[in-house]
């Protein structure tokens, strides 16, 4: 299970052809896990930057910005470093775990609370 799920605003299509919405980062899928990554940047993680995420609103917000930007769950790769505040997190390496769609909020929710319970953050 993962930890520290937040949000990102993506476009393109899931799962093979993501960008991201704001700085047009190509996505690749990683045949392993069969789901997308995004590695930051060589250095950039220790400028504090690296890939963000963050709330549902903010991710909200740069979707409807970017016109095809959809709202998407993720979560920093295991054995990658984050760094974590409370409007969401940045990370050397991030796994976009699925669209947030009307038909799947519920199950994203209770994914969430799951990891909750179990302690994750």
């Known amino acids: ?4 799920f937040a949000f990102k605003a993506l476009t393109w299509h899931y799962p093979d052809a993501l960008s991201s919405a704001q ?3 190509s996505w690749t899928l990683d ?4 789901l997308p990554c995004l590695l930051a940047a060589k250095g950039s993680f220790n400028s504090m930057r ?3 995420a963050a709330t549902l609103e903010e991710a909200q917000r740069l979707a409807a910005a970017h016109h095809d ?3 998407y769950l993720v979560a920093p ?3 990658k470093q984050a760094v974590v505040g409370e409007a969401g997190w940045h990370a050397e390496g991030v796994l976009c775990l699925g669209p947030l769609t009307p038909e ?3 199950q994203v929710a209770r994914l969430i609370v799951t990891a909750a319970a179990k ?3």
């Open 1 to 4: 299970m993962f930890a520290y």
């Open 23 to 25: 700085h047009e980062a």
């Open 31 to 34: 045949q392993s896990i069969g």
């Open 50 to 52: 690296g890939i963000c």
């Open 69 to 71: 930007g959809n709202v």
């Open 77 to 79: 790769l295991p054995g």
């Open 104 to 106: 799947n909020q519920a």
């Open 119 to 121: 302690g994750l953050p």
